[in-house]
């Protein structure tokens, strides 16, 4: 009796470890989770566009300070920092986004909202898809760095 207590018991843990690494987007037995149905910071949801990769190190208190001008300029108008809009405060998006997907939704916009069902999502949500800011990719990548400064 005692054998087949302790294989119910194995056999149950072994169903959780695989429900939870498909559900934070790890392994499993056919692959990983897809980008669209888990965290895209776990499943490493880069976006579409020009930046493919982005080593961010420490925050550069100079390019904030630029990023914090052009974020006043051209996108508090819509997004707020810490409160939404009449599109999502971007300090959330900056937590839950990678750092690729951020600056590849500034560069590239339109493809994104096209193609990336979660940003549809997001538009439908707030009832407008995001104009193309125009921002060059150095721009973006002040934006962000101000960002960074205010995420915790």
Excluded at 25 to 47: C, E
Excluded at 72 to 94: F, I, N, T
Excluded at 121 to 137: C, I, R, V
Aim: hydrophobic content about 40%.
């Amino acid at each position: 009796m005692k054998t087949k207590a302790w294989l119910v018991l194995l056999l149950s843990l072994g169903v959780i470890t695989v429900c939870r690494a498909r559900e934070s987007g790890g392994p499993s037995g056919s692959g990983a989770v897809p980008a669209s149905l888990g965290d895209p910071l776990r499943s490493g949801d880069k976006g579409i566009g020009p930046i493919k990769e982005l080593k961010l190190d420490p925050v550069d208190p100079k390019l904030a300070a630029r990023g914090k001008q052009i974020f006043d300029d051209r996108c508090a108008a819509c997004h707020g920092r810490d409160k939404d809009g009449a599109g999502p405060a971007l300090v959330a998006e900056l937590k839950k986004e990678t750092p690729e997907f951020v600056m590849n939704m500034i560069l590239n916009t339109a493809e994104m909202e096209a193609k990336n069902e979660r940003i549809q999502k997001e538009a439908a949500n707030f009832g407008m898809a995001m104009p193309p800011p125009g921002l060059t990719a150095d721009e973006a990548r002040a934006v962000l760095e101000y960002l960074r400064t205010t995420a915790k």
